[in-house]
């Protein structure tokens, strides 16, 4: 692309919403250029099973589900891009988006779908020992714990249906909540309650992960234990654990458009009920600005109602300018 090249429409991201809104964008002949970010699929590439996404009755796996949206995409036209953005300018138009690989380029119009992180529990041990028995993902890491005991910490969907994945593998889960009722979803419950390998430590904090090893003979340390504190009785405990492995939610990533973009307290990116953000021509869907719904479903409508607005806003621009196209989407964040 030359220099002066404009992008109509570019998508930060490639989660449910980023890879629907590029399929949506694709077929209205817009070109889309998306950039996968560094996690490529977003949350749901990671998840072991998907089954409650409509038109799959028998369930597919997280991959499979991420590689049929690329695919589709592509199929239209999408142009999918391995890179990262480090730095957007909203503050000019065309927008200027910078990527790690040293590309700038110009659009339009932005369609931001970041998505969101898995949270940090933030107790001493958790960072050192990541990768070392400390894990976010029950998909991934499941394997390494063939036989061995294991703590689940959060009390949420994720949590329980992690906590039956590695179920799979490991002899023992203990599912560790702050609390003594579950967040998760009945049916999710219902399972994990009626499945024999998993315990539960209600009303219970995780304060510290402890290792043995890496002491800098060469062995790699590995997490033997966390230590438990019981909320109610305020009783610790030493409670032995090959792995700890971590869902206490997400946080949305929105750094990248600190001073750009309206984010709100809890850092999600603030659009009206049309996906707008808070600059005309920048628009934002899934869970960079959804902190309720959050599932594969939610987040594909969001991006896919996202690219209809895009659409829209771009006849306006083309017909009548950027100020023109501006009120009329600018107006409700
Ligand atoms: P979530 O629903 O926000 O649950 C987070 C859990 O972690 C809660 O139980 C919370 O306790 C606990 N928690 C938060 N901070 C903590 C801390 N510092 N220390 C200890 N515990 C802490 O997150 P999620 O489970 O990741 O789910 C996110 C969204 O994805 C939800 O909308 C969920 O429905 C969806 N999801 C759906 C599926 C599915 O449909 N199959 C699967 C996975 C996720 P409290 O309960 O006390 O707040």
Redesign the pocket.
């Known amino acids: 692309m030359s220099d002066n090249h404009v992008e109509q429409v570019i998508i930060i991201g490639s989660g449910p919403a980023g890879y629907t809104a590029a399929l949506y964008a694709a077929r209205a002949d817009l070109s889309p250029l998306l950039f996968t970010g560094n996690e490529i699929g977003g949350q749901v590439a990671i998840t072991y099973e998907v ?2 996404y409509p038109g799959f009755p028998d369930g597919l796996t997280g991959p499979e589900l991420v590689e049929k949206f690329q695919k589709q995409a592509e199929k239209f036209g999408a142009r999918i891009q391995y890179d990262w953005v480090n730095e957007v300018d909203f503050s000019q138009h065309p927008f200027v988006v910078r990527t790690a690989n040293g590309g700038e380029h110009r659009a339009e119009s932005v369609i931001v779908s970041t998505g969101a992180t898995h ?1 940090k ?1 933030d107790v001493p041990g958790e960072k050192e020992y990541t990768g070392f028995g400390v894990s976010y993902c029950g998909t991934c890491d499941g394997f390494f714990f063939r036989g061995k005991e294991v703590i689940v ?7 329980l ?1 992690e906590g039956i994945f590695l179920t799979k593998f490991a002899a023992k889960v203990t599912v560790v ?3 003594e009722e ?4 009945k049916i ?1 419950q219902d399972r994990a309650f009626a499945n024999p390998k998993i315990e539960y430590k209600w009303n219970t ?1 995780v304060e510290r992960i402890n290792a043995a090893g890496g002491d800098g003979n060469g062995t790699p340390p590995k997490v033997v234990s966390a230590t438990l504190r019981n909320l109610k009785t305020g009783e610790v405990e030493d409670f032995r654990t090959d792995g700890v492995f971590i ?4 946080t949305p990533n929105s750094q990248l458009f600190q001073g750009q973009l309206a984010i709100d307290e809890a850092g999600y990116v603030q659009t009206d009920r049309r996906y707008h953000a808070s600059v005309p021509g920048v628009f934002a869907a899934g869970e960079i600005q959804d902190p309720v ?3 594969v479903i939610t987040s594909a409508g969001q991006g896919a109602a996202a690219a209809m607005q895009v659409e829209k806003f771009l006849g306006e621009l083309k017909a009548h300018g950027y100020h023109h196209a501006a009120v009329e989407h600018g107006l409700a964040v």
Do not use: K, M, P, Y
Request: positive net charge; aromatic residues 8%.
């Open positions: 089954e409650n949270r529990l910490v959060g009390g949420g969907d994720s949590a249906e909540h702050r609390r579950l967040r998760a979803s999710l904090v869902f206490v939610g997400h719904f959050r599932q």
